[in-house]
């Protein structure tokens, strides 16, 4: 019974538990839904707050790196200013022809003066005239110091009179790193020079502080640090600042918040800023900076949400959070109603606008509040009169109840506006949201004149680009379907004359005839080639013109020579007459020859037996330095319509026969961009049936001692242009060749070749070889030296460099003729070949009789 009564009261003490907390529930149903609320408000308000502050991080951050690249411009507008005056005095010293020691003490009054200007030993200035450097003081010098060949040097020479700001480097002769700024003087061959070291670099206290635990750097164009506000080691700094320059440079620092992290492990907002120099300013700034005192907000708020289940103040808090928002709501709203300069609020059921921000033109013309009919044609008026219909049907009451009935909330378009004597395009946009009343929306103009003609003018040039492209992918696939056919046609022939000759290795006859055959498709594709790489060479601008002195008549002798054969082998005549006063010149003699070649290819291709062709060089005579070359046919011509894209790359004449003319179609374009190169003109005249005349007209400098030789004219007819291509070298019998060759195909053609000639030779197959088998050899054993240009272990310029070095042990190392042998025969490839030291250069394959006659002016045995 006792049991029973003591059950019976746990049972109601449990009831009246549970009725408590049901009572308790639903007293503060209405807080825990506001509860509810106020977590899910609270989780999205600390997303917001997170990314406000980082975004006014970023404002900050970036202003920060503004106002210390505008530090930095000031000093190196500072440094351009100082570095042009002083220029300008210093042409005009120069006019005064000083000696070097009258130079030196004006630029010691230099030093002093923007020592006094600068700070003390601030800056070294130096000049540099005809390549020697004149410094302001006594620096230790270093005798291998060559000014000319320091990038600094190259800017400044290049930028053409425009101040240069060099990247760091280590200086030479005081063995330390400094910045340089150069400047070309307008006398020539002189430069004036101011070396800054980084320690002593011009770094202004900037007006705005650098946030606590901050850091600053800022950097040349490639990465050196020239200055650095930090607390990190230079050791764990120079990686660290890599990876933040890589991050700007690949653009994976222009995301909203960019950040890295430290050595430290610390995370890092990164603002930076690039100079017109290409010198860049970097802040970065600590997270915890930036974010302040975000977390223990969290914290707060977490306390004031456990706090919320007991008291109902959380009403207040919410209300005060809300009249927060609604404050940031409204700052955003109004600022992007700045972005409009006229907003208006229409009420499309009662025809009524209501003006929230007018333009002066529409304020004058129209109340504040009125009839929205009248208010559209005020507005219309001052729109582009082809486009006034446009503007009135587009937001006409029924065109916006329409829009309205299909949900539509951002309509709109873009129109040009009369704004006092000149139209500019602005755009008028139609916003409705379910927010406003339901038979209201809001219309608002932007002015976005310069955006507008931007966009109009990417289009129109999208479309040029897009036109063009076109255009040449036509002619690209015309070039390469002709040039597929034209290939295989010498291909097919090499392929089937082989066949032949080793079917019938008896008919020692039909066998020259196939040989001769295979040569002549052998060249054809050879120069197929050729035309498709020097035009891949044209399109990336990459043509180079070398000068040099060379022999014009004996040239053009060279140039021809070929041809005079080619001329008597299919019966047509040739002829080349020089009636040049002079015959030494200064100029590219390889692209002179590349033209030649180009020339005279198409007259012997566009002529039939019993044509002329013939080649006419002569002096102008009001201008000696120029010499005018005309080289003129009798073939098949070409018709005015072709001579407009004569000089377009791809382009083939396809009248009559001359379609099926092998060709690329480049060699005239080709022609056009080297005589442009070497600043020459080209003209052309030509008719169907009557043949062509190409005339050019080149600068070549001639040199003091052959202006005063007068020369008559001299004629080359074809007996004697072709003279030494095709008799027997017999003169070269005895000579002994050192010659380095990796292929083995290749060492045979010229060891049989040469052998043929009478000529010993010994092979190294790598320029290490070579080089050992010269060494070892008595002194003059060896008449010359043939060396490939690309071989294993040792190249041929490394090879022929090393030989020439070793003019102290043995005489001839100097004097031995070095002739390179290469599949490259462009104009770099030569002036490498010279400045190894070798005296000729022969392209891939070998024309015999062309090294034949080599040899003879290398090693003095002339016919």
Known sequence: MVRQNSADRKGIRH????????????????????????????????????????????????????????????NITAYQVLMNMETNYLDQFLESK?????????????????????????????AVINGAIIPAIEVPKNKSYDPTSYEWYRQADAADGAVIFSDMYQDSCQKMPVITIAKK???????????????????????????????????????????????????????????ILNGIHEGTLEEDHPYVINPNGEKRGVYYEKMDNGWTCIVTIPYKELLGNFWNVTLWYMGLFNFCFALVLFMGVNSCLLSRKMKRINETVQVLGNSFYAIYRVNFKNDVYDMIKGSEYVRSQVP???????????????????????????FSLSNINHLVSQKVQDYGGDFRRRFQDDYRWVSVRFLYDESLNKDEAVL????????????????????????????????QNRFFSAMSHDMRTPLSAIIGMTELAE?????????????????????????????????????????????????????????????????????????????????????????????????????????????????????????????????????????????????????????????????????????????????????????????????????????????????????????????????????????????????????????EMLGMAGIQVT????????????????????????????????????????????KNERKDAETIPIIAITANAFSEDIAATEAAGMNAHISKPIDFPVLCRTLERLTGNRV
């Not at 005015?640 to 894209?645: C, H, S």
């Not at 088998?773 to 490394?798: I, K």
């Open 503 to 751: 079917k019938h290795p008896e008919d020692t006859a039909q066998v020259k005839s196939y040989l001769r055959r295979i040569g002549v498709s052998s060249r054809q594709l050879l120069g197929l080639i050729n035309d498709i790489l020097e035009m891949s060479r044209v399109q990336k601008g990459k043509i180079t013109i070398e000068n040099s002195d060379f022999d014009l008549k004996a040239a053009i002798g060279d140039y021809t020579a070929p041809f005079a054969i080619q001329a008597e082998r299919e019966n047509k005549k040739f002829s080349v007459s020089f009636q040049a006063r002079n015959h030494r010149v200064r100029g590219d003699a390889f692209r002179l020859g590349q033209v030649m070649n180009n020339l005279l290819s198409n007259a012997f291709k566009f002529t039939k037996p019993g044509d002329s062709i013939s080649v006419c060089i002569r002096q102008e005579e009001l201008s000696e330095d120029r010499f005018c070359i005309v080289v003129s046919d009798t073939g098949a011509g070409m018709s005015e319509e072709f001579l407009t894209r004569l000089f377009l790359p791809y382009e083939r004449e396809t009248r009559f026969g001359a379609k099926y003319i092998a060709g690329t179609g480049l060699g005239m374009a080709i022609v056009k961009s080297i005589v442009s190169q070497m600043d020459g003109q080209i003209k052309v005249d030509s008719r169907l049936g009557e043949g062509s005349m190409f005339t050019l007209l080149l600068p070549f400098e001639v040199l003091p001692d052959a202006k005063e030789k007068e020369h008559t004219e001299t004629a080359l007819e074809g007996s004697e242009a072709k003279e030494g291509s095709e008799r027997e070298y017999t003169n070269l019998s005895g000579l002994k060749i050192l010659l380095a060759e990796d292929n083995e195909i290749n060492m045979e053609i010229c060891r």
């Open 15 to 74: 009831g009246k538990k549970q009725r408590r907390i049901r009572e308790t529930l639903l007293r503060i149903r209405k807080s825990l839904v506001l509860l509810v609320l106020f977590a899910a408000i609270s989780t999205v308000s600390f997303h917001v707050i997170q990314n406000n502050l980082l975004d006014h991080a970023r404002v900050m951050g970036d202003g920060l790196a503004l106002s210390y690249s505008v530090e930095e411009e000031k």
């Open 763 to 806: 092979e190294a197959w790598n320029g290490r070889e070579a080089l050992e088998a010269f060494r070892a050899s008595s002194v003059s054993h060896f008449d010359a030296v043939l060396m490939d240009m690309q071989m294993p272990e040792m190249d041929g310029c490394a090879a022929a460099m090393a030989i020439r070095n070793l």
């Open 444 to 475: 608002c103009f932007r002015e976005v004149d310069e955006e507008k003609k931007s966009q109009l003018k990417h289009q129109h040039i999208l479309e040029t680009a897009l036109d063009r492209a076109k255009k040449n992918e036509d002619a």
């Open 98 to 126: 000083p000696s070097e020691e009258e130079l030196k003490a004006w630029l010691s009054i230099f030093y002093k003066n923007t020592g006094e200007a600068l700070g003390k030993n601030s800056i070294l200035p130096y």
């Open 185 to 243: 003087c307008k006398t020539p061959e002189t430069f004036l020079a101011f070396d800054i070291f980084p320690e002593k670099f011009r770094i202004s206290t900037n007006s705005q502080e650098l946030p606590n635990a901050s850091s600053y750097y800022l950097c040349d164009k490639a990465g050196n640090v020239l200055y650095s506000e930090t607390s990190l080691e230079e050791e764990r700094m120079d990686p660290y600042l890599k990876r």
């Open 368 to 394: 504040e509040k009125g009839r929205y009919s009248d208010f559209l044609k005020i507005v219309g008026g001052v729109i582009e009169e082809h486009a006034y219909q446009e503007f009135i049907e587009s």
